[in-house]
């Protein structure tokens, strides 16, 4: 079936530094990728809608400037958070879908997530 | 605008008796749903799809979900609760919104306890 890989599982780093996770489809090309960011007991917030080649649609209340994301092939995307703060440390979550238009009503396929920690 | 309402956040059930997780959704079009399950720490994992097929969906673990478009409802449900089963459970409904696009949306989540 379809697998979705999400790189690292787990980081820990200190306040300041940019942290990069990467979200791979392995056996399928996915037109459009979403970043979840998902805090505990609650449900997946969406950060954003990429789709390979252009520029990601970002949810309102979603800096920009520090969460970026670039969808730069059908198989890899990657979510940057750059000067992480303690504020940012949460658990991110990547899924992967493919089809346009009608076709879109497929399934998304989900990483494991990465559970980010910033000291 | 698409919302979806998981009634309960918390469901508790004994091991070999009946699971009934509640999902209701609002629509403007024919919407896709979806119920996910997530272990601790863990991505999510798909139980069971509807895409305008038949209404009664059956999944993976002995999971299935029927469709009602008049109570707009999606409700999981199991037959037999196992230990295994206690974990988060998502209900996603996607259609098609102003914008043109597919965009998925998520219930709270209600989590299943399962006592022995």
């Known amino acids: 079936g379809a697998v979705v890989s999400q790189h690292p599982s787990r980081v820990i780093c200190k306040s300041g530094t940019s942290v990069k996770i990467e979200c791979r489809s392995l056996?399928?090309?996915?037109?459009?990728m979403f970043w979840y960011r998902q805090f505990p007991k609650q449900s997946l917030m969406l950060m954003a809608t990429s789709n390979e080649g252009s520029k990601a649609t970002y949810e309102q209340g979603v800096e920009k400037d520090k969460f970026l994301i670039n969808h730069a092939s059908l198989t890899l995307s990657t979510l940057t958070v750059t000067s992480a703060h303690p504020e940012d440390s949460s658990f991110y979550i990547c899924?992967?879908?493919?089809?346009?238009?009608?076709?879109?009503?497929?399934?998304?396929?989900f990483g494991a997530g990465t559970r980010l920690s910033v000291l | 605008a698409q919302s979806v309402t998981q009634l309960d956040s918390h469901v508790s059930v004994s091991e070999g008796t009946p699971v009934l997780l509640r999902c209701n959704y609002s629509s403007s079009y024919s919407p896709s749903l979806f119920w996910y399950v997530q272990h601790p720490n863990k991505g999510l994992q798909l139980l069971l799809k509807y895409t305008s097929a038949a209404t009664l969906v059956k999944g993976i673990n002995g999971f299935e979900a029927e469709f009602k478009k008049s109570e707009t409802s999606f409700h999981l449900t199991k037959p037999s609760a196992h230990m295994s089963d206690a974990a988060e459970y998502f209900c996603?409904?996607?259609?098609?919104?102003?914008?043109?696009?597919?965009?998925?949306?998520f219930g709270r989540g209600t989590s299943l306890i399962v006592h022995p």
């Open positions: 899924s992967a879908r493919t089809g346009t238009g009608f076709l879109a009503k497929n399934i998304q396929y």
């Open positions: 996603v409904v996607s259609d098609l919104t102003s914008g043109g696009s597919y965009i998925p949306t």
């Open positions: 056996d399928f090309q996915a037109t459009t």
